[in-house]
């Protein structure tokens, strides 16, 4: 299967602070990237759809603001946290899919969030 | 939009039976059903996956039905293993749209 990484996979900063994850397609061409969150216990939560080249869609309730992503490239999409507050503490996870996939989405290994 | 329900939250199974998970979704035009599995920490899965134009798939001890008509899909484990033991995952999607709306999750613990 395809191969997508994340980087980093840990990250603990302060509250008031941004925090930029990458998310990287590396053997496939991406042409849509997906950023999910998941609270402890609970499922998957798509925040955002991005397209390479394009604005990225913003779920309802995800302020687009507060979660800027940037899909410059068909390997490379950025989820940046900015003004991170203990509650934005969570599990992120990017997918990636593209025309050779059939639309099959895979995932990163997550980057877990610690805002104190 | 697309709303998936998943039963049930727990599941507790003695190792060698099988676990049965069961998702309903609103949505008639998704044509997508994955199965993800999920391990404390980790990415999730893709474990099996079935599109509307088919009834059942199996892959070894797992196998998904689907019945379109009441719009709902199942996930069979047979002959469980203290392994397959996580959190699985069912979701939907319309191909056109490619976003995957997902259960609740089901909580397998295989008791050995």
């Known amino acids: 299967g395809a191969v997508v990484s994340q980087h980093p996979s840990w990250v603990i900063c302060k509250s008031g602070t941004s925090v930029k994850i990458e998310c990287r397609s590396l053997d496939f061409q991406a042409t849509t990237m997906f950023w999910y969150r998941q609270f402890p216990k609970q499922s998957l939560m798509l925040m955002a759809t991005s397209n390479e080249g394009s604005k990225a869609t913003y779920e309802q309730g995800v302020e687009k603001d507060k979660f800027l992503i940037n899909h410059a490239s068909l390997t490379l999409s950025t989820l940046t946290v900015t003004s991170a507050h203990p509650e934005d503490s969570s599990f992120y996870i990017c997918?990636?899919?593209?025309?050779?996939?059939?639309?099959?989405?895979?995932f990163g290994p997550g980057t877990r969030l610690t805002v104190l | 939009g697309e709303n998936v329900e998943q039963h049930p939250s727990t599941l507790s199974v003695q190792e060698g039976d099988s676990a049965v998970i069961k998702c309903t979704y609103s949505?008639?035009?998704?044509?997508?059903f994955p199965w993800y599995k999920q391990e404390l920490g980790k990415r999730p899965q893709l474990i099996i996956d079935i599109r509307s134009n088919v009834g059942e798939k199996k892959d070894q001890r797992i196998a998904v039905t689907l019945n379109k008509t009441a719009k709902h899909f199942s996930l069979h484990i047979t002959e469980t293993q203290p392994e397959d033991s996580a959190v699985y995952f069912c979701?939907?999607?319309?191909?056109?749209?490619?976003?995957?709306?997902f259960g609740t999750g089901t909580r397998l613990t295989i008791i050995p």
């Open positions: 979701a939907a999607t319309n191909f056109g749209n490619e976003k995957l709306t």
């Open positions: 949505d008639s035009a998704s044509n997508y």
């Open positions: 997918s990636a899919s593209g025309l050779a996939s059939y639309n099959e989405q895979f």
